[in-house]
């Protein structure tokens, strides 16, 4: 027998542990926002892989955005070393999951298992991985336990709200350093025959156009914000639309429809702030003197985000030629840079070799059309060697009677498993 499959009977060996595994980590409600069970899903976790033999440190990320007495943002990072010297191979799994949303069939925090499928918010994003990758880390270890170099896995807070009480947090302190960390994956559902190289970019801006308040019988007395918008959009129709569907990349960004620039305005609110639900009254005659926009603006690696800036810049530079009063602001929002790992990267090379060794087909190669956590990895860990491969479906992230598929889970940590086996011994 092969160390290979000694490892496969290692996994399957251990088929209802990760089940089980999978079930714990679904009925702790890691709900975020808030944020709520950080700290009880850290000290599972910690437990657990302290009695794998794993050094645990518990780091909660004070001060930053999110953290608070009540909601504290906290992190588990997890080593085993090996016997000898080597390079380190580092999971990241975010512990938190989405707000629950409307229907649900099963308990989203039972864990049910129905025709070989987990059910509940968060196993497919992402709890399943990171059950696939511990119990992989724990079968490789239990079959080689001279390997070379460390084994790191990590759970942390916050991907689903920007990352900041997690993975940013981690890296700024020097967790993601390449000195420390040499191969990360992060086992995101990508699908299991799918490494994920990295990300689109994102620009989040505020637009807002002013006007001036009259009463809404004389409204020649005032200047209509919400007008100044209007024109705003119809500009955005005329001729930035059609510029950004022109605008193609050669990242291999999944769905089809996300392999260009893409723009969503994700909110607009101008005039009057709205009532409660109860008011019954009416609202009085303004004309507004403020409108609002919040744009998401996703772009290409290919592309420069001053660029990307000066885009709505002129925009707006053209409305102003046509319309004597109008003045506006545009505020920066959010931003992250694009970020693609090269093929020829060894945890791809390494990640490849392990999808066509389990699975019998040629990996897929994608890049996902918004971002998670390797953006901190790669800009503030400098860390460059890093993928998303994991369990599940990404369609079924953020819905109604998520599930992640048990079988897939079984095949994705022999594919990790494997990947051990590849880069420490
Ligand atoms: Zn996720």
């Given amino acids: 027998m092969t160390l290979k499959d000694t490892l496969t009977a290692e996994i399957e060996a251990r088929r209802d542990d990760l089940i089980a595994l999978c079930q714990d980590l679904i009925r702790i409600p890691t709900l975020n926002p808030p944020g709520e069970n950080y700290r009880e899903i850290c000290d599972y976790l910690d437990r657990r892989l302290l009695k794998s033999g794993f050094h645990t440190e518990l780091v909660r990320a004070e001060g930053a955005k999110g953290d608070s007495a009540k909601y504290p943002r906290w992190n588990i990072v997890a080593r085993r070393e090996g016997t000898r010297p080597g390079e380190c191979v580092h999971f990241n799994s975010h512990i938190d999951v989405v ?69 940013a947090y981690l890296a700024e302190k020097g967790y993601f350093d390449p000195a420390r960390v040499q191969h990360v994956i992060i086992p995101e559902p990508l699908n299991k025959d799918r490494i994920c190289l990295g990300h689109r970019g994102v620009w989040w801006a505020e637009i807002e156009t002013y006007g001036e308040i009259a009463h809404g019988s004389m409204p020649f007395l005032g200047d209509c914000a919400v007008r100044h918008m209007g024109a705003v959009m119809q500009e955005m129709e005329d001729t930035l639309f059609p510029a950004l569907a022109q ?70 530079r053209a409305v102003k030629e046509r319309r004597a009063t109008f003045s506006y602001d545009v505020r920066e929002l959010q931003r992250v840079l694009p970020t693609m790992t090269e093929k ?58 998520e599930y992640v598929g048990i079988d897939d889970m079984v095949d994705s940590a022999r594919v990790m498993g494997n990947s051990l086996i590849d880069l420490l011994t």
């Avoid at 070379?148 to 689903?160: F, L, Q, W």
């Avoid at 090379?349 to 901190?376: C, E, M, N």
């Fill in 99 to 167: 707000e629950v949303g409307r229907g649900w069939t099963t308990d989203p925090f039972g864990g049910e298992v129905k025709d070989g499928k987990i059910y509940g918010r968060g196993t497919c994003d992402m709890k399943g991985g990171l059950a696939a990758s511990i119990v992989a880390a724990e079968a490789f270890i239990a079959i080689c336990p001279d390997f070379a170099g460390a084994i790191e896995i990590s759970g942390t807070a916050d991907e689903e709200s920007g990352g900041f009480g997690g993975v």
């Fill in 247 to 316: 605008k193609r990349t050669d990242m291999p960004v999944v769905p089809e429809g996300a392999r260009q620039s893409t723009l969503n305005i994700n909110s607009i609110h101008g005039g009057e702030a709205e009532q409660d639900a109860d008011y019954t009254g009416l609202p009085s005659p303004c004309v507004p003197d403020s409108c609002r926009m919040v744009i998401d603006r996703r772009f290409l690696i290919e592309e420069d985000i001053d660029e990307v800036q000066e885009e709505i810049h002129a925009i707006l």
């Fill in 344 to 401: 020829s990267a060894p945890v791809v090379q390494t990640v490849a070799r392990a999808i066509t060794d389990v699975l019998g087909t040629d990996p897929q190669y994608v890049v996902s059309p918004g971002t998670y956590d390797q953006k901190h990895i790669d800009r503030i860990g400098r860390l460059k060697n890093c993928i998303a491969y994991g369990p599940g479906i990404l369609d079924l992230a953020h819905k109604p009677d």
